[in-house]
């Protein structure tokens, strides 16, 4: 590794620390922006003034916003994220669980949707402009441009109403054996699946797109160089980068998918979670599913921006 | 006036047209079905289609066309309006960025940085859980997600446009920031503009339908295309037109802008 390119890298990690302060600020920016506070919700309108005093200095809402925001960070830094107002429990106690299962469903959904994207993406640009080509391009195009929870629905309709082949929630609770699991997972996990596959195969396709129409490979063809040896020598290693980019840029819309899918099976997970919590305005639990989300979403970001950096061919040299 | 008129008709004439025939559907559409929709009336609940109520009736028995109708108003207005907000801020920043002192670029490029690294839809959530979902803020949540983007763009387009050399003539004539702004730079800008607010809008339809599907967005007794779909899930065990119909209607809007805008972009 050369010099240049780590300079490159530790850019890049900088940005992405300054736009994890920039989230954790905003966050804690956008929930105490209300000129009423959590007492108003947690008392309703028959409070005395004392009890609401009596109220605010409990949870600490008459101190200055800096040092609450300290506080809170301090909290949040320690795994602590306060109080469901709901019902009184530990936010970080309830998120856990909820935590392993919605990396559960992301995970399969990304195991199922990365390899088929990729063989789907990679053979449509090889095979541009042919019929193939045409119908995986309108096929994505169609998916892309409707929202998530009509392809869930639709799978819905199709796979448990019409078809009865697959329960319409996902009952993860009563899972004791292989076809029992299969039967909560499958269409949750199916469902995301195809969300995040549109886009990936989109971006995948056009990476390998602009590979395959740089000289070089023009020239290898010139030299009578045969289409298996043109693609998986001379195309594909120098398509890797923008292809992971691809799949981690992908990726990230993956969570916007999350949100949707897990209401639509009632799953227990934390995009759910953090729907329910927004209807209820429970802050500090909204507060903390953000926190998790935004983190994620700039892991996979930026880990993606690494890849492409490491990917540039002046770096590859060295 | 006529200038930026002209370039819109040469390149992106269909997404344009596309976009007015919706708005005018939004404007126009609740005229045209006699029923009230939000009358509950005697009829049965998701009944098929019939002469009385040519889309069947929903799960209160309200007719669908009325509601839909209803519901198509409330989602392309409300998205058109966040769009128009998002856009107009977003170019106005961009030229800002371009025209003015280098610190201005600087503070603009790091937050619109900043608030592309937060997920359009999480930021959605967290806004509403603070300032509710009226109508008000739901416009505006929207515009302010897709402000950076619209920004980035339009910085872009002006950089390069900056560049060039008749805005180096204007220039060195004498003319001043705002003429060269409003006469070389902002008509030049126009058609790939549009491209871009086509897209947004497209965005925008997908968040607040994603939005009121989740039961965050629109709210009762008013009603879009995502809280229609919401509402008479339990028909789709019946197929009933209440809960089919709106999802049709939403996959035709964003697919018909999208090809449009493909094909515009695919011939220049």
Not at chain 1, 255 to 260: I, N, P
Not at chain 2, 62 to 69: H, I, K, W
Not at chain 2, 174 to 199: F, R, W
Request: proline fraction near 5%; glycine fraction near 8%; hydrophobic fraction near 55%.
């Amino acid at each position: 590794m050369n010099s240049q390119l780590s300079v490159l890298i530790g850019r890049r990690f900088l940005a992405a620390c300054t736009s994890l302060a920039f989230v954790i600020v905003t966050v804690f920016a956008i929930t105490n922006i209300l000129p009423g506070d959590a007492t108003d919700a947690l008392l309703g309108q028959g409070a005395t003034p004392e009890a609401i005093t009596a109220m605010r200095h409990n949870l600490g809402l008459d101190q200055p916003v800096f040092v609450r925001f300290w506080v809170w960070l301090w909290g949040v830094l320690h795994g602590e994220f306060g109080h469901s107002l709901l019902n009184g429990l530990s936010v970080a106690d309830v998120i856990g669980p909820r935590l392993h299962n919605s990396l559960l469903l992301a995970g399969a959904s990304a195991a199922i949707s990365v390899p088929v994207s990729l063989f789907l993406g990679i053979t449509s640009a090889i095979w541009k402009d042919t019929v193939y080509d045409r119908v995986i391009s309108i096929m994505t195009l169609g998916m892309v441009s409707v929202p998530e929870f009509v392809i869930a629905t639709t799978a819905v309709y199709v796979f448990a109403v019409r078809l009865h082949l697959l329960p319409a929630l996902a009952d993860v609770g009563s899972v004791h054996s292989l076809r029992q699991f299969l039967a909560a997972f499958f269409m949750p996990v199916a469902s995301l699946a195809l969300v995040t596959l549109a886009q990936m195969v989109r971006m995948t396709r056009a990476a390998m797109v602009d590979t395959l129409s740089a000289p070089y490979i023009e020239m290898a063809l010139l030299k009578g160089v045969g289409p298996a040896r043109l693609i998986l020598v001379h195309a594909i290693p120098n398509a890797i980068g923008p292809i992971i980019n691809a799949v981690a840029l992908s990726l990230s819309s993956l969570l916007g998918g999350v949100v949707v899918i897990e209401v639509v099976f009632t799953y227990p997970g934390i995009a759910g979670l953090m729907v329910d919590a927004v209807s209820s305005r429970d802050v500090p639990t909204v507060q903390a599913c953000a926190l998790v989300f935004c983190v994620t979403y700039l892991l996979l970001t930026t880990f993606a921006d690494i890849v492409t950096i490491l990917s540039l061919p002046r770096g590859r040299k060295a | 006036m006529i200038v930026m008129f002209g370039k819109l008709r040469s390149k992106h004439d269909r997404a344009v047209l596309l976009i007015a025939f919706w708005i005018l559907l939004a404007l126009l559409g609740p005229l045209c079905s006699s029923h009230d929709p939000g009358a509950i009336g005697m009829q049965p609940v998701f009944s098929g289609p019939s002469m009385a109520h040519l889309l069947g009736t929903d799960y209160l028995g309200r007719d669908t066309l009325a509601r839909l109708l209803n519901g198509i108003r409330h989602t392309v207005l409300l998205c058109f309006a966040s769009t128009l907000f998002s856009c107009s801020v977003g170019t106005f920043l961009g030229i800002a960025a371009v025209t003015s002192r280098v610190w201005v670029e600087a503070v603009t490029g790091r937050l619109a940085d900043g608030f592309l690294s937060i997920p359009s839809l999480l930021f959605a959530l967290l806004v509403i859980a603070v300032f509710g979902t009226s109508t008000g803020a739901l416009i505006m949540t929207m515009g302010i997600i897709y402000t950076p983007g619209a920004y980035r763009t339009s910085r872009a387009l002006a950089q390069r446009i900056a560049r060039l050399d008749f805005v180096t003539v204007a220039r060195a004539r004498g003319e001043s920031t705002p003429y060269i702004i409003l006469q070389e730079i902002l008509p030049n800008m126009a058609g790939p503009m549009i491209a871009d607010v086509g897209l947004r809008f497209i965005y925008s339809v997908l968040l607040l339908s994603n939005l009121s599907f989740l039961g965050i967005g629109v709210q009762p007794p008013e009603v879009d295309l995502g809280s229609m779909v919401r509402e008479n899930m339990l028909g789709m065990a019946y197929g009933s037109p209440a809960m089919i119909v709106p999802v049709i209607v939403i996959a035709v809007l964003t697919v018909g802008i999208n090809l449009a805008l493909d094909s515009s972009s695919g011939k220049r």
